[in-house]
Structures are given as structure tokens and as C-alpha cells.
């Protein structure tokens, strides 16, 4: 009999990597799908046919409860939210209604409904606000300083809780950036490559940007969608650090990108103050000591790769003639 996942944010970067993968694993795969953010259906075009999609919204516990009441799923990945750290400045309220609180809502629906159902949220690295302690571990201070950060903290806590005092099997994955091909717009990673793929063709002429010398922990998305299913494979729920266990800095993603176009980043790339955080986030860096040991996962695809597989999508929708 086949595995059901319900997947929230099955449009986005991640939520289109992890059907891919569930569907391979002969997963039926049922996703959400919300009128008022999604984000579009390219990343799931092509296996659009093989999903189950319901409309709903983390914001209405109703329709949360209908399509898991539906399905039945025995696996939940709630990776639908907002995501860009500046919008949640915006719209405080909103990130911590739908980033804490819709988790609220499914936790309540299967420990009042589905207690074998197994859970597995989406946490950030942005928890860590600036740690007192480099790389960070599972037991690092949580300490964020923006409302996105916080209302991943604030998940993170309602995960720890509802799994001690109900015994669901529900566990946080601290995923540190990752980026692919399918990364937002709005990314850094992704501005680069778009640009540095626009002025290969004589599209644009120069990329604007902050503080070059921030640094990430940078992995690929595809990567580490197999750490999210490997969480819910595990005898015991645990909470995971998800990262490459690398830093690199903003010029780095420049300089791998238009070097790989055979172009010199120094010649097109603009400095703008205004793009500079006003809480710059100290560089956080992620052990994954304990994700190699337990989950037997680690990386497969380093930094430069990931860049130039990036570069390589956004030159071939261009010369497609398709607007990014």
C-alpha cells in the first residue's frame, strides 16, 4: 500500500524537489495549494498529473482539517510560509500567522485526530540570530533578531513541545540556505545568476548589490530534501542541523557565476548601501555532525556546481526567450 505526504508549499523550491523525490519513492503525494501566495506552478509542470492538489490555506484550520481528514497522510512536510527575511519586517504579523501559527493549526488537527501521523517542519538557521558559538549545533542558544527568524524559533519550540507532551513524532529540520535553479527571485544566489546570464547576452549591463563580503552557509535544495524524508524515516523524532558545513561570501556567488560565463564580476557589479541589512546577520555556519552520524546524509553537490547548475537554467530560459 502506498505512503501518503501532504505537502504544504508544494510549489516552491522545496515543497517541488520533495514531491519529485516522494514520487520516485512511490509516494501518493497531495499538496497544498493556497490562492492568496502561491507562487506559481512551473516548478510542478511536470508532474503536475501525478499529484493530488487541494486548495487550503495555513491560515483557515478548516482547510487544513478537510484535506488531512481526506488523505490520511502518514507523513506531513510543512514547508510553506514566508520565506524573504526582509518582507517579514514588512508584515510581522502575517510571517508569525502563517509561519507559527499555521504549524499550530496542523499540530492540533493530528494530535486531536492522527497521533501516528509523523510531522516534519521546516526550521531556519535564522533562529540562531547571531551565535555565540561558530559552526552552531543542535543544542546552540536560540536567540533571532528578525520576525522571520522568531517565528521559526517560536515553531521550532511548538514542535519540541507537542512531541514531549504528546508524543507525536514531530521534528524541526534547521535547513541553512539552499538555493537551485528554482530559488526566488528575490535571493541573492538567484539575482546573481540571473544577471550575470542576462549580461552574457547582452540584456543588462551591470547587478547592484550590498555588502559583498556577507557570507552564507550555502547548499543545494535538491540535496536536502533527502535529510527532510530521512528525518521521518528514523526510529526516534529528533530535530537535525541541515547544512554544507561551508562559508561563502556574496562575491564568491559572483565570482563563480560570471567567471563561468568567462566574464569579470568586478566590471558589472555595483555597490548600493541601501541594499545593506540593517541587522546584518552575523555569517552562521552549521555542523552537520549529527545528520552524518544518525541520518547517514551528507552533501553531494559543492559550491561551485551549484552556482554554474543555476547559471546554466537561467542562460537556457533566456536564450528561450522567456522573461525571469
Known sequence: MKKTAFITGITGQDGS???????KKNYQVVGLISGKYDIGF?????????????????????SLQRIIN????????????????????????????????????ILEIIRDNYPKTKIYQATSAKIFGHPPESPQTETTIISPIEPYGI???????????????????????????HESPRRGH???????T???????????????????????????????IEAMWLMLQQKNPQDYIIASGQLHSVR??????????????????????????????????GDVSKAKKVLNWQPKTNFKKMIEIMVDHDLNLLKKGEKI
Open 17 to 23: 524537489y520533495l514531491a519529485e523525490f516522494l514520487l
Open 42 to 62: 512551473n516548478n510542478i509542470k511536470n508532474i503536475q498529473k501525478d499529484l493530488k492538489l487541494e486548495p487550503g490555506d495555513l491560515l483557515e484550520k478548516s
Open 70 to 105: 481526506k488523505h490520511k497522510p502518514q507523513e506531513i512536510y510543512n514547508l510553506a510560509g514566508l520565506t524573504f527575511v526582509p518582507a517579514s519586517w514588512e508584515k510581522p504579523s502575517l510571517t508569525l500567522d502563517i509561519n507559527t501559527l499555521g504549524l499550530a493549526r
Open 151 to 177: 517565528s521559526k524559533a517560536a515553531s521550532y519550540y511548538l514542535i519540541q513541545s507537542f512531541r514531549q507532551q504528546f508524543n507525536l513524532f514531530a521534528v524541526s529540520g534547521i535547513l541553512y540556505n
Open 186 to 192: 528575490d535571493f541573492v544566489s538567484r539575482k546573481i
Open 194 to 224: 540571473i544577471h550575470a546570464a542576462k549580461i552574457k547576452l547582452g540584456l543588462a549591463k551591470k547587478l547592484t548589490l550590498g555588502n559583498l563580503d556577507s557570507q552564507q552557509d550555502w547548499g543545494y535544495a535538491p540535496d536536502y
Open 252 to 285: 564568491q556567488v559572483c565570482q563563480t557565476a560570471f567567471s563561468y560565463l568567462n566574464l569579470d564580476y568586478k566590471k558589472f557589479v555595483r555597490i548600493d548601501k541601501k541594499f545593506f541589512r540593517k541587522t546584518e546577520a552575523k555569517a552562521t555556519l
